[in-house]
T-cell receptor
Framework: GAGVSQTPSNKVTEKGKYVELRCDPI?????LYWYRQSLGQGPEFLIYFQGTGAADDSGLPNDRFFAVRPEGSVSTLKIQRTERGDSAVYLCASSQDRAGANVLTFGAGSRLTVL | GNSVTQMEGPVTLSEEAFLTINCTYT??????LFWYVQYPGEGLQLLLKATKADDKGSNKGFEATYRKETTSFHLEKGSVQVSDSAVYFCALSDLSGGGNKLTFGTGTQLKVEL
């Protein structure tokens, strides 16, 4: 596609529920990143995919968070047993490859609110 | 570890005023440096970048110079417009792990008034 597409744009859920957030990167981009942006803060790295594999998941806060990219394109971020502290905007970004100066293109984000 | 420190906002300026948003960083190695901008209701967009010491990134009248000696990457614009009102994020890249992992500052909100 022309840009990075994220769905849903807004998600309200109750504490303890399971949530999936989807990212559709720019066509042909092999690298895909998930970030989390809490209110008043900068984005924080969660996980990075190169192709189908998670090359770096050091930013995932705990084992309730998991992400997949089974065919090397669309990615899903999965959050189990959601907590109020998970409320944030979840950003997805993609780039052509993993080269250092390659530009990341961000999606508009999925705003998650856990009540 | 890596970190980025930005001046706190909001910064409020009159149209045509000079803008400086300070950014300093801590990093191992030689990171690339970036400024991203987030307009109201929109996603993060790359504004400019610099990949090595003394490089100057520029775009839309904004400039920033990679200063290794002061570990800084201050954003400047000579004459701001109302349309520049947004949140600006300074970031550095971390190539450990093979990817282009970005570390962001907390963002500086800019408000430009007529």
């Amino acid at each position: 596609g022309a840009g990075v597409s994220q769905t849903p744009s807004n998600k309200v859920t109750e504490k303890g529920k399971y949530v999936e957030l989807r990212c559709d990167p720019i066509s042909g981009h092999t690298a895909l990143y998930w970030y989390r942006q809490s209110l008043g803060q900068g984005p924080e790295f969660l996980i990075y995919f190169q192709g189908t594999g998670a090359a770096d998941d050091s930013g995932l806060p705990n084992d309730r968070f998991f992400a997949v990219r089974p065919e090397g394109s669309v990615s899903t971020l999965k959050i189990q047993r959601t907590e109020r502290g998970d409320s944030a905007v979840y950003l997805c970004a993609s780039s052509q490859d993993r080269a250092g100066a390659n530009v990341l293109t961000f999606g508009a984000g999925s705003r998650l609110t856990v009540l | 570890g890596n970190s980025v420190t930005q001046m706190e906002g909001p910064v409020t300026l009159s149209e045509e005023a000079f803008l400086t948003i300070n950014c300093t960083y801590t990093a191992t190695g030689y990171p690339s440096l970036f400024w991203y901008v987030q307009y109201p209701g929109e996603g993060l967009q790359l504004l400019l970048k610099a990949t090595k010491a003394d490089d100057k990134g520029s775009n839309k009248g904004f400039e920033a110079t990679y200063r290794k000696e002061t570990t800084s990457f201050h954003l400047e614009k000579g004459s701001v417009q109302v349309s520049d009102s947004a949140v600006y994020f300074c970031a550095l890249s971390d190539l450990s792990g093979g990817g282009n992992k970005l570390t962001f500052g907390t963002g500086t909100q800019l408000k430009v008034e007529l």
